[in-house]
C-alpha cells in the first residue's frame, strides 16, 4: 500500500510516513508497514544513520480514530502491538535516529519523536498526547520514553493534564534539538549527512548506551564504556589521527581560498562565507570540502549572491569546517 517509504542513500535510511491524506494516521496496514520498515533499516550493514519525517503537512496525527470506532477494541491492541515493534527496532538500534516534526505529533506519532535522538521542528510544530482526550492510555512506548526525557511530573502533565507544547515550549523541555523556521526536513537531513560522514559506529554506541542509562548500575556502564571506548578507537583511526597537532592546518588573520578549496581539517579558525548580493547561489552549493573528516559545508540558507571567498580567520576553532554565511 506504500504508507510507509524507505529510501536508503548516502548511508541514510529514510523512513517516511506517507499518508499525507490522513495526517499519516496509522492503521493496521501502515502499522504493519512501519514495523518493516524500521526493522529492516537497523538491520541493513549499509544504514548508518536513521532519518525519520513525514510528507504532507503534518508528522503523524497518530492512530487513525476513525477505523478505531469502526473496529472491536482488539484492533487498537493489534496495531499497538504492531507499532511497538517498530518502536523497540528504533530504540535498541545501535544508529542514531533524527527526525523532521511539521505540524502536528500526536499519540503514536509523538512517541515515534521520543525515539529520535536529534529533533529537528519548527515554532509552529504541535506535540500533542491525544491519547486522554478520547478516552485512551498511551501506546508507542510514551509511558516508558517520556518521563525518561522530561521526568515525571511533567509527564503527568501531558500523559494525564492532556498538555500540548509548541515548537519552543518543547524546546525548552528537551523534546526538541532545533527549530527551524520553515520546512523541518532539509536540516534534519543535514545532520543525519553528518552523523553519516562521521563517527557513526561511536554515535551509534553511545545514543545505545544513554538510552539504556537507567537499565544498569553504574559500575556495569564502566565496564561497557571501557570497552566502547577501545572498539571506537579501533574503528575511527583517521578521525583521531586528524586532530594531531602535526596534521592540524592553523590559519593566519585574513587567509582566503576559493569556493571549492580543500581544507585539511581540522583546522584553528572560523571559516566565513562571502556572498555578493546580485548574483545566484543554489541550496546545498559545496563551499569547502573538509578532506580528513570527508565533511561538506553548504550553503544552508542560500540568498542572490556568488561565493566570493573563503575566509578562513585566525583563533577560534570551526569543528568539522562549521560555515558562517555573511551576505553582503
Known amino acids: 500500500m506504500n504508507h510507509i517509504q524507505v529510501v536508503v542513500e548516502d548511508g541514510i535510511?529514510?523512513?517516511?510516513?506517507?499518508?499525507?491524506?490522513?495526517?499519516?494516521?496509522?492503521?493496521?496496514a501502515s502499522a504493519r508497514e512501519l514495523s518493516s520498515a524500521a526493522r529492516s533499516l537497523v538491520a541493513d550493514p549499509e544504514v548508518r544513520v536513521v532519518l525519520v519525517e513525514a510528507a504532507g503537512d503534518h508528522f503523524c496525527v497518530g492512530g487513525d480514530v476513525r477505523a478505531m470506532a469502526e473496529e472491536p477494541p482488539s484492533w487498537c491492541s493489534e496495531v499497538a502491538t504492531t507499532v511497538h515493534e517498530a518502536v523497540l527496532a528504533l530504540h535498541e538500534a545501535d544508529r542514531v535516529v533524527v527526525a523532521a516534526v511539521q505540524g502536528a505529533a500526536a499519540g503514536a506519532g509523538f512517541s515515534l519523536v521520543l525515539l529520535a535522538d536529534l529533533v529537528v521542528a519548527t515554532p509552529a510544530t504541535r506535540f500533542i498526547?491525544?491519547?486522554?482526550?478520547?478516552?485512551?492510555?498511551?501506546d508507542g512506548g510514551a509511558s516508558w520514553l517520556l518521563?525518561?526525557?522530561?521526568?515525571?511530573?511533567?509527564?503527568?502533565?501531558?500523559?494525564?493534564?492532556?498538555?500540548?507544547?509548541?515548537?519552543?515550549?518543547?524546546l525548552d523541555w528537551g523534546l526538541v534539538t532545533e527549530l527551524v523556521d520553515n520546512d523541518p526536513r532539509p536540516r534534519a537531513r543535514a545532520l543525519a549527512a553528518s552523523?553519516?560522514?562521521?563517527?557513526?559506529?561511536?554515535?551509534?554506541?553511545?545514543?545505545?548506551?544513554?538510552?539504556?542509562?537507567?537499565?544498569?548500575?553504574l559500575p556495569?556502564?564502566?565496564?561497557?564504556?571501557?570497552?566502547?571506548?577501545g572498539t571506537a578507537r579501533a574503528g575511527n583511526g583517521p578521525l583521531l589521527e586528524a586532530w594531531l597537532p602535526s596534521r592540524r592546518h592553523v590559519a593566519t588573520a585574513g587567509e582566503a581560498t576559493k569556493p571549492g578549496t580543500s581544507l585539511r581539517a581540522p583546522f584553528a579558525g572560523t571559516v566565513t562565507v562571502h556572498v555578493s548580493v546580485g548574483d545566484e547561489v543554489t541550496a546545498g552549493s559545496t563551499l569547502a570540502t573538509v578532506e580528513?573528516?570527508?565533511?561538506?559545508?553548504?550553503?544552508?540558507?542560500?540568498?542572490?549572491?556568488?561565493?566570493?571567498?573563503?575566509?578562513?580567520?585566525?583563533?577560534?576553532?570551526?569543528?568539522?569546517?562549521?560555515?558562517?554565511?555573511?551576505?553582503?
Open 220 to 229: 556495569g556502564r564502566l565496564v561497557e564504556e571501557a570497552s566502547a571506548v
Open 147 to 170: 518521563p525518561r526525557a522530561v521526568g515525571s511530573q511533567r509527564t503527568a502533565a501531558m500523559l494525564i493534564g492532556g498538555k500540548v507544547l509548541e515548537g519552543t515550549e518543547a
Open 195 to 217: 552523523v553519516a560522514q562521521g563517527g557513526w559506529r561511536a554515535a551509534g554506541a553511545t545514543r545505545r548506551m544513554a538510552r539504556t542509562a537507567w537499565d544498569i548500575g
Open 129 to 138: 498526547p491525544a491519547w486522554s482526550r478520547i478516552g485512551l492510555t498511551p
Open 13 to 28: 535510511g529514510v523512513l517516511e510516513l506517507s499518508r499525507p491524506a490522513v495526517g499519516n494516521a496509522i492503521d493496521l
Open 292 to 328: 580528513a573528516m570527508k565533511l561538506d559545508a553548504p550553503l544552508t540558507a542560500p540568498r542572490d549572491g556568488t561565493i566570493d571567498a573563503v575566509r578562513v580567520a585566525d583563533g577560534e576553532r570551526a569543528e568539522g569546517g562549521e560555515v558562517v554565511v555573511v551576505l553582503r
